[in-house]
Protein backbone atom coordinates (compact mmCIF):
# COMPACT_ATOMS: atom_id res chain seq x y z
CA UNK A 1 0.00 0.00 0.00
CA UNK A 2 1.30 3.16 0.98
CA UNK A 3 4.63 2.05 2.77
CA UNK A 4 7.90 3.89 2.53
CA UNK A 5 9.70 0.88 2.30
CA UNK A 6 9.25 -1.28 -0.97
CA UNK A 7 6.54 -4.52 -0.38
CA UNK A 8 9.71 -7.47 -0.67
CA UNK A 9 11.23 -5.83 2.30
CA UNK A 10 8.34 -6.04 4.85
CA UNK A 11 7.42 -9.31 3.46
CA UNK A 12 10.78 -10.32 4.23
CA UNK A 13 10.56 -9.21 8.12
CA UNK A 14 7.55 -10.36 7.83
CA UNK A 15 9.15 -14.23 7.77
CA UNK A 16 12.02 -13.15 9.93
CA UNK A 17 10.25 -12.35 13.23
CA UNK A 18 7.74 -15.22 12.32
CA UNK A 19 10.02 -18.09 11.21
CA UNK A 20 12.83 -16.50 13.05
CA UNK A 21 10.63 -16.87 16.44
CA UNK A 22 9.50 -20.42 15.80
CA UNK A 23 12.60 -21.40 14.77
CA UNK A 24 14.18 -20.05 18.38
CA UNK A 25 11.24 -21.50 20.27
CA UNK A 26 12.40 -24.60 18.68
CA UNK A 27 15.82 -24.46 18.80
CA UNK A 28 16.63 -25.30 15.14
CA UNK A 29 19.00 -22.72 13.40
CA UNK A 30 19.34 -20.13 16.14
CA UNK A 31 21.86 -18.45 14.93
CA UNK A 32 20.20 -17.93 11.69
CA UNK A 33 16.99 -17.54 12.89
CA UNK A 34 18.26 -14.62 15.38
CA UNK A 35 20.69 -13.13 12.63
CA UNK A 36 16.88 -12.62 11.36
CA UNK A 37 15.55 -11.15 13.85
CA UNK A 38 18.44 -8.81 14.79
CA UNK A 39 18.15 -7.11 11.35
CA UNK A 40 14.85 -6.62 11.30
CA UNK A 41 15.13 -5.19 14.66
CA UNK A 42 17.96 -3.03 13.76
CA UNK A 43 15.82 -1.48 11.50
CA UNK A 44 12.40 -0.74 13.56
CA UNK A 45 15.06 0.75 16.40
CA UNK A 46 16.71 2.65 13.74
CA UNK A 47 12.89 3.79 12.66
CA UNK A 48 11.96 5.43 15.99
CA UNK A 49 15.72 6.45 16.54
CA UNK A 50 15.91 8.58 13.59
CA UNK A 51 11.75 9.98 13.99
CA UNK A 52 13.35 11.35 17.97
CA UNK A 53 10.97 8.80 19.27
CA UNK A 54 12.05 8.39 23.57
CA UNK A 55 13.24 5.22 24.79
CA UNK A 56 10.55 4.32 26.86
CA UNK A 57 7.05 5.65 26.06
CA UNK A 58 4.73 6.84 27.82
CA UNK A 59 1.45 6.59 25.67
CA UNK A 60 2.62 6.98 22.08
CA UNK A 61 5.85 5.06 20.13
CA UNK A 62 8.97 3.75 21.65
CA UNK A 63 12.08 2.18 20.61
CA UNK A 64 12.05 0.20 23.85
CA UNK A 65 10.83 -3.05 23.06
CA UNK A 66 12.75 -3.06 19.54
CA UNK A 67 15.90 -2.18 21.02
CA UNK A 68 15.60 -5.44 24.41
CA UNK A 69 14.80 -7.64 21.14
CA UNK A 70 18.34 -6.26 18.85
CA UNK A 71 20.09 -6.79 22.38
CA UNK A 72 18.63 -10.39 22.98
CA UNK A 73 18.62 -11.38 19.31
CA UNK A 74 22.59 -10.53 19.59
CA UNK A 75 22.70 -12.70 22.20
CA UNK A 76 21.47 -15.73 20.73
CA UNK A 77 23.49 -15.04 17.67
CA UNK A 78 27.08 -15.19 19.31
CA UNK A 79 25.74 -18.09 21.93
CA UNK A 80 23.71 -19.81 19.46
Same mark, same amino acid.
Do not use: C, N, Q, R
Given at each position: ????? #? +?? /????????? /????? %? $??? @?????? %?? /????? +?????????? +???? #?????? @??????? @???????? $??????
Amino acid at each position: PDAPI #P +TV /FIALAAIAE /FLGGL %A $VAI @GILTPV %AA /FGIMS +TMLVAAGFHI +TKGD #PWVGTG @GASWELA @GIYLALSI $VLLLTG
